[in-house]
């Protein structure tokens, strides 16, 4: 017969709700674990126009933490030898500030640098970028992710090995819990978290 050893991870009498959640694979968590979910996937580099006459590139693609399934055309509107200037339009953030060739770029959804190459662009080329769904699955929330998993969504109510294949484990998605008892992903805390919790009727309390 197994024994149960409580280990104070609910705090209160809150509803609780719970679901099953597939758990990324190469994780190895704990009950009490918040989870966040991948809701976007991001390509390494921009997609070059077949027409264009510059053969330079877009590389050092990343999402940021407003990053949603769309995608960013960059058009040249401004050439100059060994540089140039490109609007940047989400197809649902609509226009962005425009992107320098040889300078980073970064907004709040997305960021990339457009290299020169030996051939100039020309007004014009373009690069789109698209951003796709993510997997759903979920992973330890962490605030510094630009995935979708920087938010968080539930708790872990069972430990769950995954460290070799995707898993289903039970979470809850209400219920209140003590904030001591979670875990968090990098440098998180409980008050990095609160205000988004409540939202879904999770609720994180200090247990004495």
């Known amino acids: 017969m197994e024994t149960f050893t409580p280990d104070k991870l609910l705090a209160g009498d809150y509803p609780l709700v719970t679901d099953i959640l597939t758990?990324?694979?190469?994780?190895?968590?704990?009950r009490g674990?918040?989870?966040g979910k991948i809701t976007v996937a991001v390509p390494a580099t921009g997609a070059a126009g077949a027409g264009n006459t510059g053969d330079g590139t877009c590389t050092l693609v990343v999402g940021k933490s407003g990053a949603i399934v769309e995608t960013f055309t960059l058009t040249c509107t401004v050439a100059a030898a060994n540089g140039g200037v490109f609007s940047v339009v989400g197809s649902k953030t609509g226009r962005l500030a425009d992107a320098s060739v040889g300078v980073a770029?970064?907004?709040?959804?997305?960021?990339?640098?457009?290299?020169?190459?030996?051939?100039?662009?020309i007004v014009g080329d373009t690069?789109?970028?698209t951003?796709?769904?993510?997997?759903?699955?979920?992973?330890?929330c962490d605030s510094a992710a630009v995935n979708g998993s920087q938010t968080p969504v539930a708790i872990l109510a069972e430990g769950c090995d995954a460290s070799a294949a995707d898993k289903t484990a039970v979470a809850y998605i209400t219920g209140a819990?003590?904030?001591a008892a979670l875990t968090y992903g990098g440098a998180d805390t409980a008050d990095t978290h609160r205000a988004a919790l409540r939202d879904l009727n999770i609720y994180l309390k200090s247990v004495a």
């Open 23 to 30: 758990i990324l694979s190469g994780q190895n968590l704990s």
């Open 33 to 35: 674990a918040l989870l």
């Open 105 to 121: 770029y970064e907004n709040s959804c997305i960021g990339f640098t457009l290299n020169d190459g030996a051939a100039d662009f």
């Open 127 to 129: 690069f789109t970028i």
């Open 131 to 140: 951003i796709a769904a993510g997997s759903g699955k979920h992973i330890l």
């Open 177 to 179: 819990f003590n904030q």
